[in-house]
């Protein structure tokens, strides 16, 4: 079975400041990490993702991404956040070799920046 | 830029009808799903299909709930007597696919919001 977790329900932040989402995961082997981003009425956006090699991955919108396997996480951040990056965001799992490519989401963190 | 899109955006059904959710995939997309998420909660898996056929299907994923591709360009949710608990955002997405069709990230649609009363 595959799990995600998001312990922060929501984090806030200053306009300008770093900005640090995290989650770590459980999968049965390798995974694959995805990060999402949800804006109000809208569907679930991907960001960025973590296949293979690189343990520091870059996404849209200046997002980045670290895989640590060891502490099995995929903490998402922003050197610089902007109150546009206000939003809910989502953490994914996929287990390699898994048959129908099914995501397990973690539970989602808000994120708040201010001006 | 290619999108997923789902009509209705809102859809109120009474206990016991039928609903049917419609998606769009993006067009050079083979790998089609449908995610769930109640209120408060986490998104949900239901089911994904490839090739014409269910690949993966949760255990949320019952005899009440069916998938078609009746054509080349729509994916559909059908929920055959709704619930109270059926209620909740439903998403479409589609995927890419190829050699290790896993790498490939899903592209979700906007969502239909199923009210049942």
């Known amino acids: 079975a595959q799990s995600v977790a998001q312990p922060e329900d929501q984090v806030n932040v200053a306009e300008g400041n770093p900005l640090t989402v995290k989650c770590t995961y459980s999968?049965?082997?390798?995974?694959?990490l995805f990060w999402y981003v949800q804006y109000p009425n809208r569907g679930l956006q991907f960001l960025l993702k973590y296949i293979t090699g690189d343990n520091l991955v870059k996404g849209s919108y200046g997002f980045e991404a670290e895989f640590n396997k060891s502490q099995t996480s995929f903490h998402l951040k922003k050197p610089s956040a902007l109150v546009s990056d206000s939003a809910l965001y989502f953490c994914a799992v996929r287990q390699l070799k898994a048959a129908g490519n099914k995501l397990t989401f973690g539970g989602g963190t808000r994120v708040l920046v201010k001006p | 830029e290619p999108e997923v899109t789902q009509t209705p955006s809102h859809q109120v059904t009474q206990m016991g009808q039928e609903v049917i959710l419609r998606c769009v995939p993006i067009s050079n997309h083979l790998y089609f799903y449908w995610y769930r998420q109640i209120l408060g909660q986490k998104v949900e898996f239901l089911v994904s299909f490839y090739n014409n056929e269910i690949s993966e299907k949760s255990e949320i994923f019952d005899d009440q709930f069916s998938v078609e591709r009746p054509d080349g360009s729509n994916f559909t949710l059908k929920i055959r007597s709704t619930k109270l608990e059926d209620s909740a955002m439903y998403f479409c997405?589609?995927?890419?696919?190829?050699?290790?069709?896993?790498?490939?990230?899903?592209?979700f649609g906007p969502g239909t919001r199923l009210t049942v009363t």
């Open positions: 997405a589609s995927s890419g696919a190829g050699p290790e069709d896993g790498r490939w990230e899903q592209y």
């Open positions: 999968v049965s082997g390798n995974p694959y």
